[in-house]
């Protein structure tokens, strides 16, 4: 019995030689995966921003120009004259007074931004608006024969909005209306 208690002890030490060893690379594993996951945050850093929406409805620039006071534009019937008359000389012409656009700014609101990492930070401010318009269409003689509000983008001038507006009006009316 002596014999046999000894021959298992000789054989514990490498049973926990392999435990010790099988511990410690759970152990180096589990490091190795936070040393993995905490490098991205600490390289890249973070980056908040905090939008601010504006309650007003005042334009910025611009006079705002309502469905009830541009209702007296009627295709067929009322002339570039009367709308100038009107609703004022404040508005953008395309060449050939095909057609004209009366625009305004609506502030939409602001924001804050934030950046930071190991190697420094910065922040600051930034601001938003709806720009919108009114575009109204001519034939030859000064007749109205187009209207329509429009939410303008950003990313195009005024006068390719226009010129791209126009385009389509004239290609759904006869021709027998546009002459």
């Known amino acids: 019995m002596l014999i046999e208690k000894l021959q298992s002890e000789k054989h ?3 049973l926990m030689g392999f435990r010790q060893k099988q511990g ?6 589990l490091l190795s995966g936070l040393v993995v996951a905490a490098t991205p945050i600490l390289l890249t850093g973070c980056v908040g921003v905090l939008p601010i929406p504006s309650f007003s409805t ?5 006079e705002r120009i309502t469905t009830a006071r541009a209702a007296f534009v009627q295709p067929g019937k009322t002339t570039r004259d009367d709308v100038v008359f009107i609703l004022g000389t404040n508005f953008v012409s395309l060449p050939r007074h095909r057609a004209m656009a009366y625009t305004w700014e ?3 609101g602001s924001g804050l931004w934030i ?3 190991t190697m420094g930070g910065a922040s600051g ?10 575009f109204i269409a001519f034939d030859d003689r000064g007749i109205v024969t187009g209207k329509a509000f429009k939410h303008l983008s950003s ?3 005024l ?8 385009a389509k009006i004239e290609t759904k009316q006869p021709k027998n209306v546009r002459d």
């Not at 410690?24 to 594993?29: D, E, F, I, M, P």
């Not at 401010?125 to 009114?134: N, P, V, Y």
Request: net charge neutral; with cysteine; charged share 35%.
């Open 12 to 14: 514990w030490p490498e």
């Open 24 to 29: 410690s690379l759970r152990h180096l594993r």
């Open 58 to 62: 005042r334009p910025e620039c611009g």
């Open 106 to 108: 609506i502030p939409g």
């Open 115 to 117: 950046a930071c990492s």
């Open 125 to 134: 401010e930034f601001d938003w608006s709806h720009w919108r318009a009114f």
């Open 155 to 157: 990313r195009r001038s």
């Open 159 to 166: 006068d390719e909005q226009l010129d791209r507006w126009l």
